[in-house]
């Protein structure tokens, strides 16, 4: 399984760009990119997913590395709401279970 | 539309004692998850099932039993409850087809075993 690297926190200005760094090396050819974030001890929450082109929906961005090693979520424009821990999961699509591993995440602090 | 439902939502326990967490779907997806999270950690996969009938052990199977009861229940078994089982349980259905592909999951189980 590859195995993801996330810093353990980080903080933004409310209204400002969050830039949440994820590092997966050993990431496979088959393997796709996903984050979720889970807001105060509630059930997570899907934000994005991407194998190696560029994603943008209405909750954020996912820029992913050309050699696929590291990807960057960006939300756009950070509100209080976003304070959350943010998992980013490396996994096979078509494996429906062993593969979907939630680390430690990096909790994000947004401040007023 | 209800999404994910999870009951209880806090219990308490004795060592030794059984118990079942329920979860329901009103979403028809096929595939069903049970996780359970420790304090300041992430998730970690307990079973699975991709689809009604079928279940599998994920990465922590041991102590809990499951039930895919039909598509929309999926339940948690513990037979001997553990102070080492103290955790938060979260249940999650998954959707996929064309670029989707996501979990959606319940607003958890407070479960304390003294």
């Known amino acids: 399984d590859a195995k993801t690297t996330q810093p353990p926190s980080m903080d933004c200005a409310e209204g400002r760009a969050a830039n949440l760094p994820c590092n997966h090396s050993?990431?496979?050819?088959?393997?796709?990119v996903y984050w979720y974030r889970q807001i105060h001890s509630q059930g997570p929450q899907y934000i994005i997913h991407?194998?190696?082109n560029n994603e943008t929906n209405e909750m954020a961005s996912l820029i992913i590395t050309e050699d696929r090693k590291s990807s960057t979520l960006i939300l756009p424009h950070a509100t209080l709401r976003d304070t959350a821990v943010y998992y980013c999961?490396?996994?096979?699509?078509?494996?429906?279970?062993?593969?979907?591993?939630f680390g430690p995440g990096t909790r994000l602090s947004v401040l007023p | 539309n209800a999404g994910v439902t999870q009951t209880p939502k806090f219990q308490v326990l004795k060592t030794g004692q059984s118990m079942t967490l329920q979860c329901a779907q009103d979403?028809?997806?096929?595939?069903m998850y049970w996780y359970r999270q420790d304090p300041g950690m992430g998730l970690r996969l307990i079973y699975y099932?991709?689809?009604?009938?079928?279940?599998d052990k994920g990465e922590v199977p041991n102590g809990y039993n499951v039930s895919r009861l039909n598509k929309r229940e999926f339940s948690l078994r513990l037979e001997s409850a553990a102070p080492s089982q103290t955790s938060v349980y979260f249940c999650?259905?998954?959707?996929?087809?064309?670029?989707?592909?996501?979990?959606?999951f319940g607003p958890g189980t407070r479960l304390t075993v003294l």
């Open positions: 999961i490396v996994r096979n699509s078509d494996n429906y279970g062993q593969n979907f591993v």
């Open positions: 050993t990431i496979s050819g088959n393997e796709y």
């Open positions: 991407g194998l190696k």
């Open positions: 979403m028809n997806h096929n595939s």
């Open positions: 099932s991709a689809s009604e009938g079928t279940t």
């Open positions: 999650a259905c998954r959707h996929t087809g064309g670029r989707t592909d996501t979990q959606y």
